[in-house]
């Protein structure tokens, strides 16, 4: 990810699903990294995982054996 592509971010509804999320991406090829939860959206667990757009349905692929909730939104790149 550099800092000018499109990102997106995976939110969870706790940090033990988004630390195995960030675990399970990145056994798969995905570049991700574990950041706070942006002040403009809402989650209960405080952090989500960034991952580039081009790789949201990888992403979902990868996570589609998570029965807990999740989401993804957008997330603007900085620079």
């Known amino acids: ?6 990102n ?3 939110i969870f509804h706790s ?10 991406l990145r056994k798969g090829g995905i570049e991700c990294k574990m ?3 942006p002040r403009s959206i809402s989650s209960d667990c405080g952090v989500c995982v960034r991952i580039a757009s081009v ?3 990888r992403a979902a692929a ?9 989401r993804i939104e957008p997330y603007p790149a900085r620079g």
């Open 1 to 6: 990810m550099t800092s000018t592509e499109a």
């Open 8 to 10: 997106s971010i995976l």
């Open 15 to 24: 940090v033990h699903h988004a630390i195995w999320a960030e675990s399970v």
């Open 35 to 37: 950041i706070p939860i």
């Open 55 to 57: 790789d949201e349905s």
């Open 62 to 70: 990868a996570l589609s054996e998570l029965a807990e909730e999740w």
